[in-house]
């Protein structure tokens, strides 16, 4: 299968803590995670990726895991903002397949 | 940088009329080419796929009959939604890729049918 399973799909947290957000995979030759931001009325955007060839990727404030053998990968914001609040979509995407689907979203509240 | 314009942003149309939308992939040439549709509360189905050197493929649930998909180069693709009904409308977005890379969207084209 080609399922990208995300959760949860509403997460409401407190401004300054942080917020976590799942998704499994059944494509065992997926090696590519984008993770996507939408505002309201805009397009998505990328905002952190990660490559099987890693397990940990870290910028401004955002952390992927990946765990291949449990087909799970995760975006963790630390400190959260109010500008954080926003439709996050996880994706998987394999090598010479152009095709990349998207897990069904996350919306993240988050509160002052 | 790259960036990807579609067109028109907001367009409505009546029912069983058709309507086509435009994508155009700047500062990069595409090597794939994507649509996709997000209806209210979902997330994003793929319709069609469309790759170099490649034919079409459009996924279960969508039809060239009613999705045709015009890639002429690297850089421009154009969709058609033709017959549209209310179970047609939602956000259609454009995502195009350099080989493996990350996926580069337009601002999408809402549907709204009447």
């Known amino acids: 299968g080609e399922q990208v399973e995300q959760l949860p799909s509403i997460l409401r947290v407190q401004e300054g803590s942080s917020a976590s957000i799942n998704c499994t995979y059944e494509?065992?030759?997926?090696?590519?995670f984008p993770w996507y931001k939408q505002e309201p009325g805009e397009n998505p955007k990328l905002i952190i990726d990660?490559?099987?060839?890693?397990e940990r990727k870290q910028t401004q404030g955002l952390i992927v895991l990946l765990d291949k053998k449990a087909k799970r990968f995760s975006l963790h914001i630390t400190d959260t903002q109010p500008g954080d609040s926003a439709m996050y979509f996880c994706?998987?995407?394999?090598?010479?397949?152009?095709?990349?689907?998207f897990g069904s979203g996350t919306r993240l509240l988050v509160s002052p | 940088g790259a960036l990807v314009y579609q067109y028109p942003r907001r367009t409505i149309c009546k029912s069983g009329t058709s309507m086509r939308m435009e994508c155009q992939a700047v500062?990069?040439?595409?090597?794939?080419v994507a649509w996709y549709r997000q209806s209210p509360q979902k997330t994003f189905e793929l319709i069609a796929l469309?790759?170099?050197?490649?034919?079409?493929?459009?996924e279960q649930n969508f039809t060239q009959e009613k999705f045709p998909i015009s890639h002429p180069n690297l850089s421009f693709s154009s969709m058609t939604v033709l017959n549209a009904y209310l179970e047609d409308r939602g956000l259609y977005l454009c995502?195009?890729?350099?080989?493996?890379?990350?996926?580069?969207f337009g601002k999408g084209t809402r549907l709204t049918v009447v």
């Open positions: 994706a998987a995407s394999t090598t010479g397949g152009y095709k990349v689907v």
């Open positions: 494509n065992s030759a997926s090696n590519y």
């Open positions: 990660i490559r099987s060839n890693m």
């Open positions: 500062g990069f040439q595409a090597t794939s």
């Open positions: 469309s790759t170099v050197n490649s034919a079409i493929k459009y």
């Open positions: 995502g195009a890729r350099r080989d493996n890379t990350e996926v580069f």
